[in-house]
């Protein structure tokens, strides 16, 4: 469509008067592609792969949990090499600055394979012996499965390898890996989820949702990684559908807004993250963070506060088999007083 000098200028005029969040949302689109060798296995200071300003859009690609090394029958978690939840990055912020906010709102994620995998590994499932649950009996015997993924039906296919039983599962792809550079310099593992992110295996990072993360360096550092096509509460058997993925992210910054755990926001919802062990703390960890967020931005009190959520609130365990364990509340907004200007 060819435009007119008047809609020309009409154009321009719209675009200059939009308001600072509508033009921080077109930025550039910053493309990187992910292979096996320049992956990381940590959340820590590194040479950033890519730098984006605020506003801009990332689209990638990341590879599954296993770095996409188990593919077919007899293939097993030896093949892996390097490491497990390999992470895409880090993505470099500019402006991003140590108490400030990062701002990751999940614009596309699609299933980059035509199968999922799910592993029942030896020590680490919710229901396994671990480190952290030593008993007498032996582990659970190493078991793969295989998920056939249908585009066309947007389903992955549920096969028993010990039942001659099969059933759909309806597709929800998100990354369970997403966070940022921990502060004090540390280096923490890309099995490890805290007040940073990292694995949290949170099936809010999908299309729609916000992501606040707390910025602890310069450039925030931001990670992607371990793809999974859908995932049940609690990744109880240790794995979701672990799949590559490829999607877009966009990136902003709330300069001087800080925040201690990650929060996650749409339309409709608030929702905060507890992130520990045990399972209780977790979730005081969540509910409190929700209580000062309904505090400072709606100007509930905080007695208030805990009084609706105790009526309203919604909770799920997004996960209990990592080191720390990831709880999700939440409140929609329809129970909360107008946003504070």
Known sequence: MRLGPFRFLLLVAILCLASPDARAQAGNVVKYRTTIN??????????????????????LNTLDGYG??????????????????????????????????LAVTILDVQVDADQGIGTLDSGFAALSKTSYTPMLNPPLPETIWFYAIDHATNSATFHGVDSNYSVK??????????????SEGEAR????????????????????????????????????GDGHAAMGDGEVAGSAIEVPLRGRVRVNVIKGQKIDWPRFENDDTIMAVGIYRPLDDALRIAFTELVHWMHKDYGLSE????????????????EMVDPNYVVIASVQKKYLPAKKK
Request: with cysteine; aromatic share 10%; glycine share 12%.
């Open 68 to 101: 996409n090394a188990i593919q077919k029958p007899g293939d097993t978690t030896a093949n892996v090499k390097g490491g497990f939840n390999p992470l895409s990055g880090p993505f470099y912020i500019e402006g991003a600055a140590p108490g400030d906010t």
């Open 303 to 318: 007695l208030d506060s805990y009084e609706l959520l105790s009526q309203v609130a919604k909770i799920h365990v997004a």
């Open 38 to 59: 320049d992956v990381k296995y940590v959340y820590g200071v590194a040479e950033p792969v890519a730098r984006l300003k605020p506003g801009d859009t990332l689209e």
């Open 189 to 224: 593992s890309s099995i490890v989820p805290a007040e940073f992110g990292g694995n949290m295996d949170s099936a809010e990072v999908s299309v729609g949702n916000t992501l606040y993360l707390p910025v602890s360096v310069p450039g925030a550092l931001l990670y992607l």
């Open 169 to 182: 599962i309806p597709l929800h792809p998100f990354w369970g890996c997403i966070g940022v550079a921990p």
